[in-house]
């Protein structure tokens, strides 16, 4: 434990701690500056420092706003979808709670980390034990992330629920997970449940121009669709595509979005569904062939996005419901 809370301590420019996590145990020394930021993912750099830059989820932002300012906070619970904001939300509360000392006062877990049912004894119950100075902080309570919470075993967990009432009187758990049927009821319950939804594509798209006028990028509107439109709701994706896209060209179009992401052309997709309802067969194959080379695309891609396809024309139910069923076969 001292390894990790070590780690962290030396941190001084308020980056992201993972990100400097992995730099100090590939170098030994952080290795990213303020000058050459040009190499940080944008994922990092435009990670939501304070609870008011979170996008979306007003309420449960607000409301574990509310708990922080109030020195209430319970013990938490986040789970949904990847890239919605679970992680950078527990971090900026942990950043609002501590300011700079931040790192000394909260023990960070992931999956990456042994989290056997030792580590929830011997690290955990260390951490939590030990008498918190906390100068100029506003809460003196800890902080446990147990990032991942769903990849820990049975039975850390089982350890888990004595732990966290044993030590309530000065530490605060926040478990974060994608899966929370993963989560053993007993936890659940020792625990406020907050939902993070895939966030909606007006919520991506703002964010994403924020992140677009920051570093100057020229973005077309049908590639900013685009890219909301791949993402589903998922920042972390957006913003990579994004990144992945401006490195490959100059300009961003949706073109140039499906291009490097590799999915096929929302109108080659139209193209290849005309051929299929209304080619014969043998015209159809060679033509969906001949595009699926000259493309470059994957025949999964295609069976996938013409299913989303479906759905979009009209058509008689019965059709549909027999169309979907077969393309589910063909994709099986
Ligand atoms: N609500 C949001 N507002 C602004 N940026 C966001 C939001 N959600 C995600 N992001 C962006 O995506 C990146 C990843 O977010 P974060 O690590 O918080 O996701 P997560 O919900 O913890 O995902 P996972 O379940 O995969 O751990 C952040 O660095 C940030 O750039
Ligand atoms: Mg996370």
């Known amino acids: 434990m001292a390894e990790v809370i070590s780690l962290m301590g030396v941190d001084e420019d308020d980056n992201h701690q993972k990100q400097n996590h992995s730099q100090k145990l590939s170098k030994g020394k952080s290795v990213v500056t303020a000058t050459d930021s040009k190499a940080t993912p944008w994922v990092e750099k435009y990670r939501p420092q304070s609870?008011?830059?979170?996008?979306?989820?007003?309420?449960?932002?607000?409301?574990?706003?509310?708990?922080?300012?109030?020195?209430?906070?319970?013990?938490?619970?986040?789970?949904?979808?990847?890239?919605?904001?679970?992680?950078?939300?527990?971090?900026?509360?942990?950043?609002?709670?501590?300011?700079?000392?931040y790192h000394n006062m909260i023990l960070e877990l992931n999956a990456s980390d042994d989290r056997g049912i030792d580590v929830v004894r011997q690290q955990i119950?260390?951490?939590a034990s030990t008498q918190s100075f906390?100068?100029?902080?506003?809460?003196?309570?800890?902080?446990i992330?147990?990032?991942?919470?769903?990849?820990?075993?049975?039975d850390a967990q089982f350890a888990l629920r004595?732990?966290?009432e044993k030590y309530t009187k000065n530490t605060r758990f926040a478990l974060i997970c994608n899966?929370?049927?993963?989560?053993?009821?007993?936890?659940?319950?020792r625990c406020t449940r907050f939902r993070f939804a895939p966030l909606d594509p007006i919520h991506v798209t703002e964010r994403l121009k924020h992140v677009i006028e920051a570093e100057g990028?020229?973005?077309s509107d049908s590639g900013l669709a685009a890219l909301v439109r791949l993402s589903n709701g998922d920042m972390r994706k957006a913003l990579n595509i994004l990144q992945s896209t401006h490195m490959a060209s100059r300009q961003i179009t949706e073109e140039a979005v499906y291009l490097c992401t590799g999915n096929p052309l929302p109108k080659d997709i139209e193209q290849i569904s005309y051929w299929l309802l209304n080619e014969s067969f043998a015209e159809s194959f060679t033509r969906i062939s001949e595009i699926k080379t000259r493309k470059g695309l994957a025949l999964i891609d295609i069976v996938r996005e013409v299913t989303?396809?479906?759905?979009?024309?009209?058509?008689?139910s019965d059709v549909r419901v027999q169309l979907i069923n077969d393309l589910a076969d063909i994709e099986v």
């Open 308 to 316: 989303m396809f479906v759905f979009k024309i009209k058509m008689p």
């Open 162 to 164: 004595r732990v966290i």
């Open 134 to 143: 906390s100068f100029g902080a506003k809460l003196s309570v800890k902080l």
């Open 217 to 219: 990028l020229d973005v």
């Open 145 to 154: 992330l147990l990032d991942e919470a769903d990849a820990m075993t049975k």
């Open 179 to 189: 899966h929370v049927n993963k989560i053993i009821p007993a936890l659940q319950s």
């Open 125 to 127: 119950q260390d951490f």
């Open 51 to 101: 609870l008011a830059d979170v996008a979306a989820h007003r309420d449960i932002v607000d409301t574990i706003d509310r708990l922080t300012s109030e020195n209430r906070l319970p013990h938490l619970l986040l789970y949904g979808p990847p890239g919605t904001g679970k992680t950078s939300t527990i971090l900026a509360v942990a950043r609002k709670l501590y300011g700079a000392q």
